[in-house]
């Protein structure tokens, strides 16, 4: 009687293992994986297009819609019926497999927050065969359209401004003002991925690289990504990423604001080849005067340029813990649009101590008009003029 019954219980206890089994397998099954479920999060809040309504916004993709390209492909100005305004339409190149992980990057980051000086994206589109996205246009292209190579370039106040918005972009990003409050590293900071509205507002854009920051460290281990000419040297080397390699990229933005040519330049003396090398070499031997764009001359107060070469310097020391955090950034360069816009200009027949020690000449004069955008009511106390360059230059 002993073995059937044992024979029962095993039966039983097998077959309700088998359910179990079963049950655990199925519910793994039909749950998303965190990084769809959070994708699919992020993709409700924003719109989805047809590709029927991506072809009529741009022509069927006519060429002669293009106002852009890059390495996730073409970008397209266009008209949808259910947006107010015209939009920008990014179109993934087909069959890139490094543009699909850029796209759901966007599309994550972009949806979990909204800032002035960042681009805002409106939806996306992602059947056909196609991916692309859809942003608020910005009528002014890049900031790099309008620093060299320009007909009609900035003048030093809307460099000013422009420098001032994109920091409180970057800023937004490393302070974790977002849904989540993580903080994120945008990875490929440069002059191209600074757009500017109609009003000469800028808008940090491209987040295709973008990286959440290290959650209790200082830095993630990653493969270096970003752009040549921009790129932190310390991140280079070491693959540590940090909000500090944001921070080297927008010096190196600082400097093509205010010199007026690109970070690597070969049709140049091979000593002046490398931006940054050269500025620093200028500088140390004091002849600053000798890089800032000539267009510029005769509009810079010499207290603004020499807050502003300080600001810019001190994001671009070589070790990533000597660098300011984004923060300080932003009010350095308040306080050098303060020292623009108010006081006299130096006056005199002699230059002051300052002003030879790092070669000023002619670059003080009355100050054009400024532009339409950020409005600054911080004041530049002696505090805040200091406080940029506690970690010194190299």
């Given at each position: 009687?002993?073995?059937?019954?044992?024979?029962?219980?095993?039966?039983?206890?097998?077959?309700?293992?088998?359910?179990?089994?079963?049950?655990?397998?199925?519910?793994?099954?039909?749950?998303?994986?965190?990084r769809n479920n959070k994708t699919q999060e992020h993709q409700n809040t924003c719109l989805h297009f047809s590709i029927e309504e991506i072809?009529?916004?741009?022509?069927?993709?006519?060429?002669?819609?293009?106002?852009?390209?890059?390495?996730?492909?073409?970008?397209?100005?266009?008209?949808?019926?259910?947006?107010?305004?015209?939009?920008?339409?990014?179109?993934?190149?087909?069959?890139?497999?490094?543009?699909?992980?850029?796209?759901?990057?966007?599309?994550?980051?972009?949806?979990?927050?909204?800032?002035?000086?960042?681009?805002?994206?409106?939806?996306?589109?992602?059947?056909?065969?196609?991916?692309?996205?859809?942003?608020?246009?910005?009528?002014?292209?890049?900031?790099?359209?309008?620093?060299?190579?320009?007909?009609?370039?900035?003048?030093?106040?809307?460099?000013?401004?422009?420098?001032?918005g994109a920091a409180r972009g970057i800023h937004f990003l490393h302070a974790g003002d977002n849904d989540n409050k993580r903080m994120v590293?945008?990875?490929?900071?440069?002059?191209?991925?600074?757009?500017?509205?109609?009003?000469?507002?800028?808008?940090?854009?491209?987040?295709?690289?973008?990286?959440?920051?290290?959650?209790?460290?200082?830095?993630?281990?990653?493969?270096?990504?970003?752009?040549?000419?921009?790129?932190?040297?310390?991140?280079?080397?070491?693959?540590?990423?940090?909000?500090?390699?944001?921070?080297?990229?927008?010096?190196?933005?600082?400097?093509?604001?205010?010199?007026?040519?690109?970070?690597?330049?070969?049709?140049?003396?091979?000593?002046?080849?490398?931006?940054?090398?050269?500025?620093?070499?200028?500088?140390?031997?004091?002849?600053?005067?000798?890089?800032?764009?000539?267009?510029?001359?005769?509009?810079?107060?010499?207290?603004?340029?020499?807050?502003?070469?300080?600001?810019?310097?001190?994001?671009?020391?070589?070790?990533?813990?000597?660098?300011?955090?984004?923060?300080?950034?932003?009010?350095?360069?308040e306080c050098a649009w303060n020292l623009q816009h108010s006081g006299a200009h130096v006056k005199g027949k002699g230059k002051s101590e300052?002003?030879?020690?790092?070669?000023?000449?002619?670059?003080?004069?009355?100050?054009?008009?400024?532009?339409?955008?950020?409005?600054?009511?911080?004041?530049?106390?002696?505090?805040?003029?200091?406080?940029?360059?506690?970690?010194?230059?190299?």
């Amino acid at each position: 009687m002993k073995l059937p019954i044992l024979v029962a219980v095993a039966a039983t206890t097998s077959l309700v293992a088998f359910f179990i089994i079963g049950f655990l397998i199925f519910r793994c099954l039909k749950k998303p994986t965190a990084r769809n479920n959070k994708t699919q999060e992020h993709q409700n809040t924003c719109l989805h297009f047809s590709i029927e309504e991506i072809r009529t916004a741009t022509k069927n993709l006519n060429d002669s819609l293009i106002i852009g390209n890059g390495g996730f492909g073409n970008v397209y100005k266009g008209h949808i019926e259910r947006c107010h305004a015209p939009v920008a339409i990014k179109r993934l190149k087909p069959g890139s497999d490094q543009g699909a992980h850029e796209f759901r990057t966007e599309i994550e980051m972009l949806s979990r927050f909204r800032h002035p000086h960042l681009v805002s994206l409106i939806g996306y589109c992602n059947e056909g065969g196609e991916m692309i996205l859809v942003y608020d246009f910005m009528a002014r292209g890049t900031l790099r359209d309008h620093i060299y190579g320009s007909k009609s370039p900035l003048t030093w106040n809307q460099r000013l401004e422009i420098c001032l918005g994109a920091a409180r972009g970057i800023h937004f990003l490393h302070a974790g003002d977002n849904d989540n409050k993580r903080m994120v590293i945008h990875r490929d900071v440069k002059s191209t991925n600074i757009l500017l509205d109609e009003n000469w507002v800028a808008k940090v854009s491209d987040f295709g690289l973008s990286k959440d920051g290290p959650n209790g460290s200082t830095h993630v281990t990653t493969d270096v990504k970003g752009s040549i000419g921009y790129l932190d040297p310390e991140y280079y080397v070491s693959q540590w990423l940090s909000q500090k390699s944001d921070v080297y990229s927008f010096g190196v933005v600082l400097l093509e604001v205010l010199c007026g040519r690109a970070p690597i330049k070969s049709t140049v003396d091979k000593r002046e080849e490398i931006l940054v090398a050269w500025f620093k070499k200028c500088f140390d031997e004091g002849k600053v005067d000798r890089t800032v764009d000539p267009v510029l001359k005769g509009t810079i107060k010499i207290k603004c340029l020499m807050k502003f070469v300080e600001v810019a310097l001190s994001c671009l020391h070589h070790h990533g813990k000597q660098r300011p955090l984004m923060r300080d950034v932003v009010m350095g360069l308040e306080c050098a649009w303060n020292l623009q816009h108010s006081g006299a200009h130096v006056k005199g027949k002699g230059k002051s101590e300052e002003e030879k020690e790092i070669g000023l000449k002619e670059i003080e004069g009355e100050s054009s008009s400024s532009s339409k955008g950020t409005t600054i009511t911080s004041t530049c106390s002696e505090e805040q003029q200091a406080l940029v360059m506690a970690g010194g230059v190299s």
